[in-house]
């Protein structure tokens, strides 16, 4: 009797060193603006500009469904000849996995050009690796603010998460 009750109050110590959680992983990608719609019309990337993102970001994954993410998008933007960082984009978000593969974000958006937002972001894992995953992201961006009409985008990423 003394045993079993030595393992009913040992169990709950073993099965919580066990857990993985929190768990730090960070992704690092690029981002391609493909078309963003306002009042002022459709803007579309790859004709007279082009604009390139490189999103990196710091996951904290409090359990196997939900984690914080950190992410910061410098953007490059090349037009008439010469390219310039333009917009750094700073993207706190909540994750929440749906499926083994696919997890939904909800990024708040701070961006330098003084353009704020959210972006739903989701998110499929295309190849898993030992150490890392390949996946492809969908980001929806919706802007506002810097005298500029509401607008709202659809974006093309690609990364490694690890």
Sequence with gaps: MKKLLFFALLLPILSSAQNTYPRVAGHVGIVHPLVAFSSDG???NFGSSYRVGFPMA?????????????????????????????????????????THDLTFVGRAAFETNGRYGVTPVFNQVIKRNKNSN?????????????????????????????
């Design 58 to 98: 710091i996951n904290v994954w409090k359990t196997d469904k939900v984690g914080f993410s950190l992410e910061v998008i410098p953007t490059i933007k090349s037009e008439n000849g010469s390219s310039k960082v333009y917009n750094v984009t700073f993207h706190p978000g909540i994750l929440y996995r749906l």
């Design 134 to 162: 390949v996946y492809i992201a969908v980001p929806l961006p919706i802007r506002f603010g810097n005298d500029k009409p509401s607008s709202v985008g659809l974006n093309l990423q690609f990364g490694v998460s690890f």
């Design 42 to 44: 459709t803007e579309t």
